[in-house]
Nanobody, 126 residues
Framework: QVQLVESGGGLVQPGGSLKLSCAAR????????IAWFRQAPGKKREGVSC????????YYADSVKGRSTISTNRAKNTAYLQMNSLKPEDTAVYYC???????????????????WGQGTQVTVSS
């Protein structure tokens, strides 16, 4: 059974950090593009970041660029999103998604991804 399982969300104060994890079960992440999306209440889901496992190229939304780092651990078959200097506007449910191949220039398009996790809640509040 192909499955993506996110973890690492929680409540954090503004300026704090979180590291989200996305563990793949049932398949190996080699040869895939892995993306993080987020959806805040009342808003559309938006792309946050993407990594192409074949060459480790990365992409970031302007809203998180310089504050976030996407990475993978091949041995653990897991992708990560390290988020620093968190802001209240980062509050959202964060999802990971995968698709065969590379991120591409339109990596932020939801329709490009075949597999999705169930999401993990990130709340930034004092």
């Amino acid at each position: 059974q192909v499955q993506l399982v996110e973890s690492g969300g929680g409540l954090v104060q503004p300026g704090g950090s979180l590291k989200l994890s996305c563990a793949a079960r049932g398949y190996f992440l080699d040869g895939y593009a892995i993306a993080w999306f987020r959806q805040a209440p009342g808003k559309k889901r938006e792309g946050v970041s993407c990594i192409t496992t074949s060459d480790s190229s990365t992409y970031y939304a302007d809203s998180v660029k310089g504050r976030s780092t996407i990475s993978t651990n091949r041995a653990k078959n897991t992708a990560y999103l390290q988020m620093n200097s968190l802001k209240p506007e980062d509050t959202a449910v964060y999802y990971c998604a995968t698709d065969v191949g590379s991120c591409g220039t339109v990596w932020y398009m939801e329709s490009d991804y075949a597999s999705w996790g169930q999401g993990t809640q990130v709340t930034v509040s004092s």
